[in-house]
């Protein structure tokens, strides 16, 4: 187990609102964007509420009100890139919602070929508070685990038990050293004493998530 001075909480954190700002979409990429931001938002549970993209074409007050602050604030800073959609989300003290935003965020840089910006400026780690991702990537060309944690993270649950991740980095060989590079996208997650490994945090999340619904379900008797 590591020691109390390498372990980090995602449990202490406060609440703030994180921003996310999409540039440079196709026009005809609106709905593909649209439903894959979707199926990417409910594949897992979002402790302040589940997140909306908005762009131009939103039908919501709030995702329209908040699309026109957004491209007004753009065009009063002076920044003539094109904004595509946008959306901001409260993260009520879980913080691996900020961490699945992150990945939200790669996943659609990557995919439609586009600039995401994450803005975060309450984050306790200040390399994550403005991020940049351009085809998937930071804008010096490195990969987003590059400036993640490289500890296990220990998340507490509803029922007061602990879930540990653990990034690409995080993970040790048998003498203790750190083991893949920043390729390495697969997260370890351990509930109930079992390990979930899969090719990225979303993926391993819900696999974890699912085994620690299952064990809540059984009788206190078994799982006590």
Do not use: C
């Amino acid at each position: 187990m590591p020691s109390g001075s390498d372990r980090v909480s995602y449990n202490r954190a406060v609440s703030r609102v994180i921003q996310l700002r999409v540039r440079g979409l196709d026009d005809d990429a609106r709905e593909a964007v649209q439903h894959r931001f979707g199926e990417l938002v409910a594949g897992r549970e979002w402790r302040g509420g589940t997140p909306w993209l908005a762009d131009r074409d939103s039908r919501d007050l709030l995702p329209q009100l908040f699309f026109d602050q957004a491209q007004a604030e753009a065009r009063s800073g002076a920044d003539a890139r094109h904004l595509s959609a946008a959306t901001f989300v409260r993260i009520a003290g879980d913080e691996a919602d900020a961490l699945a935003l992150a990945f939200i965020a790669r996943d659609i840089s990557e995919r439609f070929s586009s600039e995401v910006e994450v803005r975060d400026h309450d984050n306790p780690i200040a390399k994550l508070r403005h991020v940049e991702l351009i085809d998937g990537h930071l804008r010096n060309g490195n990969a987003l685990e590059s400036i993640l944690v490289r500890r296990a993270i220990y998340r507490r649950m509803p029922d007061g038990s602990r879930m540990e991740m653990i990034p690409p980095h995080g993970r040790g060989s048998a003498f203790g050293h750190p083991v893949g590079d920043n390729t390495d996208r697969s997260w370890s997650f351990v509930v109930n004493d079992i390990r979930i490994v899969e090719p990225n945090f979303l993926d391993a999340e819900a696999e974890a998530m699912r085994i620690f619904r299952g064990f809540r379900a059984l009788p206190s008797d078994d799982h006590a």
